[in-house]
């Protein structure tokens, strides 16, 4: 196993030191034991995966109606420069692996593989907090309504919605008012 920094799982590894499932090896880091192998790949191939994503970043964008303007956009250049940092970061680890620098084994192979998924989970984050800094702020009066979005995607050419319905009367119609 790797060195242990701090326990980001809450004393999972105090608790599967107490169950003999690990051993320590110097300070910080610990060496599996057969039955800590065996756990790993019993949890790996039978147990369920938890899905849930629990990520600060998402739950506060809840809560972005509560900012001032100026607050969010310097939140979110913060966290668009986290992210591409990340990013980066990652697709350095990537291109080192892929350049043979970590070596051949299966356990590299596969650290290259979660290596990819955090290097697309951080530039995805990256793209949605862009998207948000640059496209759609809360406080538009348009906001949710540009060309591409959901909402105006659901108006036919003809006005009416593409369930069927009537479009709004009250609305302006832009093409009738350009006269185009």
């Not at 065996?38 to 949890?43: D, I, L, S």
């Not at 607050?71 to 892929?98: N, S, W």
């Not at 907090?129 to 538009?140: D, F, I, K, L, V």
């Amino acid at each position: 196993m790797a060195p242990v920094e701090r326990d980001p799982a809450g004393g999972l590894g105090r608790r599967r030191l107490a169950r003999g499932l690990v051993r320590p090896r110097g300070r910080k880091a610990y060496r599996i034991t057969d039955a800590g192998l065996a756990e790993v790949r019993r949890w790996l191939a039978e147990d369920e995966v938890d899905h849930t994503v629990r990520m600060d970043t998402l739950l506060r964008s809840f809560f972005f109606w509560l900012m001032e303007p100026g607050d969010l956009d310097k939140h979110l250049d913060r966290e668009l420069r986290h992210f591409e940092q990340t990013a980066q970061a990652m697709r350095a680890y990537a291109a080192a692996k892929d350049r043979g620098e970590w070596g051949t084994s299966p356990q590299t192979r596969a650290m290259r593989i979660a290596v990819e998924a955090a290097a697309r989970v951080n530039e995805a984050l990256a793209e949605w907090a862009r998207w948000a800094r640059e496209n759609n702020t809360p406080e538009a009066e348009d906001f949710g309504t540009a060309p591409d979005s959901p909402a105006s995607q659901a108006t036919a050419k003809d006005g009416t919605a593409k369930d069927g319905t009537a479009k709004d009367s009250t609305a302006k119609d832009s093409t009738a008012e350009h006269g185009h």
